[in-house]
C-alpha cells in the first residue's frame, strides 16, 4: 500500500497542465478549448498513453524513456521536435496566466500597480507585463540550475498542481454558494466528490516535501505574505489618511460659500476616498489659492466581475455647483481607462472635453513609523512594495500633457 500511496503522487504528473486551461479560457473561451479537447487532445493523450504502456509490457518493463525509445530511427528527431514545441506551449499557457492573474490581483488591490501593455487591439485579455515576466525568468533560472533535472522537479510540480486543484474547489464552492446561488447540498456535494479525489493526490505528492517539494510551498509563502503585506498596509495607510483629511462636502460648502479666485476650465482629482477631501486638492488651495470653474472628485473602483457595461461604468453625483463627485467601475478583467470612461459622461449631460481638463495626482511618499500597527520588517516590505508601483498616470492611461502631480509625505 505504501508503494502504491507514493506510484499515485507520481501518476499524477500525466494529468498537469489542466491547471493552465484557466489561462486558456480566458484567451479562448469556453468553446475552443471544448472543440480542442474532444477532437484532438484527449485523443492524442490517450493513444500516446496506451501506446507507452504497451511498449512498457512488451519490454519486460525494462525501459527508461518510453516516448523516444519507442521512436527510434528516423522518427526520433521529428518527436524531440514535436516534445520541444509542446514544452515551448505548455510554458507560453502557464505565462498567461502569471499575466492574467497578476492583473486581476492588481485590479483587487492585493498587489501594487504594474505596468501592463496590451499586445492586440481585438482581444482584451492578451497582455503582456514586463516586470511578471522577468520575475519568471528569474526564478525559473534559479530553478533549474539548483535542481539540476527536470526529475528532480516532479516533486515540486506534484504539490503545485494538486494545492491548485484543491484550492480550486474550495473557490468554485465559494462562487457556487455566492455568486450561482446555487442549493447549498448541491454545492457541498459536489465539492466533497472532488476535495476527496484532490485531498488523496495532494496527500500522495505532499510526502515529498523534502525531496523537492519544498520549493513550491516557500514560492507560495512569498505570494501570500506580498499580497497579504499588501492589503494590510493600504488598509492602514487609508485609515491613517482619512484621519487626517476633511470631510469633502463640508470643505465644498465652505469654498461655495466663501470662493476663492475661479480659473476657467476643469480640475480632475483622482482619491481612492470619495467621502473626504483628496489631498491634492488641499495642497492646490494652499499654494496656488484658486479653484477651477467645474472640480471633479474621481474615484475607481473594481467590480467583482470581468467586464463592467457601459450603462454601468459612470455614478454622478453633483455635491454644489463648483463641485461633483464621479465614480468609475471597471471589471476586474479590464485595464482602466479614465479618459475614454469620463467621455461616457457626454451621455449624462455632462460637457467633458480633455483639453480644458487638468488630473491632479498625489504622490505619496512613505515612511517607516514605530506606531503603524504593524511589524517593521512588514512595514518596510509595504514602503518597498510601493516604490515599485507603476505610475498612476500611465496605469489609467491618463494624458501626460494634463497631469499636475503634487508630492505628499505620509508615515505609515
Not at 484532438?40 to 498513453?49: D, H, I, K, R
Not at 442549493?183 to 505528492?205: E, H, K, Q, S
Request: net charge positive; aromatic share 10%; charged share 15%.
Amino acid at each position: 500500500p505504501e508503494v502504491a500511496f507514493v506510484t499515485v503522487g507520481a501518476v499524477f504528473l500525466a494529468v498537469t497542465g489542466a491547471e493552465a486551461l484557466y489561462a486558456d479560457l480566458g484567451h479562448f473561451g469556453r468553446k475552443p478549448i471544448v472543440l480542442a479537447w474532444l477532437a484532438v487532445v484527449f485523443p492524442c493523450l490517450l493513444l500516446n498513453y496506451v501506446g507507452q504502456g504497451a511498449f512498457v509490457l512488451a519490454n519486460g518493463g525494462v525501459v527508461g524513456h518510453p516516448f523516444f525509445e519507442m521512436n527510434e530511427g528516423w522518427m526520433l528527431i521529428p518527436m524531440v521536435v514535436l516534445a520541444t514545441a509542446a514544452t515551448v506551449i505548455a510554458s507560453q499557457a502557464v505565462i498567461s496566466g502569471a499575466f492574467s492573474l497578476t492583473r486581476q490581483a492588481v485590479q483587487l488591490n492585493m498587489l501594487p500597480r504594474f505596468v501592463i501593455l496590451h499586445t492586440s487591439e481585438k482581444q482584451s485579455g492578451q497582455i503582456y507585463l514586463p516586470r511578471v515576466n522577468l520575475l519568471l525568468a528569474l526564478v525559473v533560472m534559479l530553478l533549474v540550475v539548483g535542481f539540476g533535472e527536470s526529475s528532480k522537479l516532479a516533486s515540486a510540480y506534484g504539490i503545485s498542481v494538486t494545492g491548485n486543484m484543491l484550492v480550486t474547489n474550495i473557490l468554485l464552492y465559494v462562487v457556487m454558494t455566492r455568486i450561482w446561488k446555487s442549493p447549498l447540498g448541491v454545492a457541498i456535494a459536489l465539492m466533497a466528490v472532488f476535495v476527496f479525489i484532490d485531498t488523496g493526490f495532494f496527500a500522495a505528492n505532499i510526502v515529498k516535501v523534502f525531496e523537492g517539494g519544498w520549493a513550491s510551498l516557500a514560492i507560495a509563502a512569498v505570494i501570500v505574505m506580498t499580497m497579504w503585506t499588501w492589503i494590510r498596509g493600504s488598509r492602514y495607510l487609508f485609515d491613517k489618511t482619512r484621519r487626517n483629511e476633511i470631510p469633502l462636502d463640508f470643505l465644498a460648502g465652505n469654498l461655495l460659500k466663501k470662493k476663492p479666485q475661479l480659473v476657467s476650465g476643469t480640475a480632475v482629482f483622482l482619491t481612492s476616498d470619495p467621502v473626504s477631501a483628496p489631498t491634492a486638492l488641499m495642497h492646490s488651495l494652499k499654494h496656488y489659492k484658486v479653484l477651477h470653474e467645474q472640480n471633479v472628485i474621481l474615484s475607481v473602483v473594481t467590480a467583482q466581475q470581468p467586464v463592467v457595461p457601459d450603462r454601468e461604468r459612470i455614478k454622478m453625483e453633483t455635491i454644489n455647483e463648483l463641485f461633483m463627485r464621479v465614480t468609475l467601475t471597471f471589471g476586474y478583467m479590464e485595464q482602466p481607462n479614465i479618459p475614454r470612461a469620463l467621455a461616457i459622461c457626454r451621455k449624462q449631460g455632462w460637457k467633458f472635453d480633455i483639453m480644458t481638463t487638468s488630473f491632479f495626482l498625489s504622490r505619496r511618499s512613505l515612511k517607516a513609523s514605530p506606531n503603524s500597527g504593524m511589524p517593521v520588517w512588514q512595514d518596510k516590505l509595504f514602503i518597498g512594495l510601493a516604490r515599485t508601483a507603476a505610475d498612476a498616470t500611465e496605469y489609467f492611461q491618463i494624458p501626460t500633457g494634463r497631469v499636475v502631480e503634487i508630492g505628499t509625505q505620509v508615515a505609515v
